[in-house]
């Protein structure tokens, strides 16, 4: 709701006129830029995961629910994750459904395209220099998830990167593992160096961050997030842009993915053919009206009513449109020669006194 300066004024009454306008502009600023966390991951302990929603609603405005799978693809692609969820989520936060899928060996996943029509979000998470490069170059995914925990035995190259991003894929970088420790400060360790590796590698460029908590102590807010990464050496406006734009670039470019033609077109309102039942009726009714005058029958009338709106409604061929042009300036032709006939005819009587004259005279004369 837009405040003018008097509610301004009586929201504010210990403040100047021109602080009000100040401070309210920075309240709709916040209100308008909306917070994304593409990684929650979706499990069995319900209470939990109603927690962790609880939470980030209060800081985001659209969470995905993630479902993982390793290995070969399954039978059975669909979303295990319930829609609608078995409980209430919280007002105001739009739920998203992904997978992520481990990608060991890429040459054996050759159903993806019928993966990823059964989620919102198709995430790609390669374990090796190989499979990090086809994902990079020619496999279509919507981001690519690094498990950054972890140690890797090859190193991020920028000219690999570049390639993904030129390609409007995203890099992801999931906090969660390193704010809970539980294996003696190694993953966390892991998560610093990789992620500023991969920031290095990126150039800041192309960063999306989440939190893959599996429990709500592990989730941050965005501000808080926005620390973190200035750590790793992101900036500032990257980092709000990691769980800002770059995160709503993903979502979107996703939803283009599924709905248009190739990720380019997208028909949002192809128009609609008027209703002519209305017509029809009208059409009829007088119709038969005028026709119980003239003696015709009711069948007879309403088929030359069908007749005449099925013209008007259907289209023009072709052939049919040459035809009519040919018809029309055959009847221009004619029409031009029986107008050069009446002008000859109404130009003879003009000559016709000078001829009678010639012959009259020399009689006259004689």
């Known amino acids: ?5 008097l509610s301004c004024l009586d929201r504010f009454p210990e403040c100047e006129e021109e602080d009000v306008r100040i401070s309210v502009g920075v309240e709709w600023m916040r209100w308008e830029r909306m917070y994304y966390d593409l990684n929650v991951p979706w499990s069995a302990d319900q209470l939990e995961i109603q927690r962790i929603l609880a939470f980030l609603a209060e800081h985001y405005n659209v969470v995905a629910l993630n479902h ?8 059975d692609v669909s979303c295990p994750i319930p829609n609608p969820l078995p409980f209430t989520p919280p007002a105001g936060l739009r739920l998203l459904r992904r997978c992520t899928l481990v990608l ?28 990090l490069l086809q994902a990079c170059q020619s496999i279509e995914g ?9 140690r890797f035995p090859f190193h991020f190259k920028q000219k690999t990167l570049s390639i993904a991003i030129q390609r ?12 809970l420790v539980s ?25 999306v961050i989440s939190s893959e908590a599996k429990k709500a102590l592990a989730c941050r807010g965005p501000e808080d997030v926005v620390n973190l990464a200035a750590i790793w050496g992101l900036g500032q406006e990257r980092g709000r842009e990691a769980v ?35 017509e029809v009726v009208g059409k009829a009714g007088n119709a038969v ?46 029409n031009e020669g029986v107008g050069a006939e009446k002008a000859a005819i109404v130009s003879k009587p003009n000559k016709l006194p000078d001829r009678i004259n010639s012959t009259i005279i020399p009689n006259e004369a004689g």
Do not use: W
Not at 1 to 5: E, S, Y
Not at 195 to 206: E, H, M, P
């Open 244 to 278: 800002g734009r770059e995160a709503k670039a993903v979502a979107v470019q996703a939803e283009m993915r599924r709905r248009s033609f190739k990720g380019v077109i997208d028909v949002v309102y192809g128009g609609e053919r008027p209703q002519r039942g209305a």
């Open 168 to 179: 409007g894929i995203k890099f992801e970088i999931c906090y969660g593992s390193g704010v």
């Open 1 to 5: 709701m837009k405040l003018g300066p």
């Open 183 to 207: 294996d003696g400060g190694m993953a966390r360790r892991n998560l610093i160096s990789n992620a500023t590796q991969l920031i290095r590698a990126t150039r800041g460029r192309g960063i």
């Open 289 to 334: 009206a005028e026709g119980k005058g003239k003696g015709k029958r009711k069948a007879e009338v309403l088929e030359g009513v069908v007749s005449e709106v099925v013209d008007e409604v259907k289209p023009i061929s072709k052939r049919e449109q040459k035809r009519r042009a040919k018809k029309a300036r055959i009847e221009g032709d004619k």
């Open 104 to 131: 060991t060996d890429p040459s054996q996943n050759h159903r993806l395209s019928t993966l990823a029509s059964n989620y919102d979000l198709l995430a790609l998470r390669p374990t090796t220099e190989k499979a």
């Open 68 to 75: 993982t799978i390793s290995g070969k693809l399954p039978t």
């Open 142 to 150: 919507d981001l690519i998830s690094l498990d950054l925990s972890t």
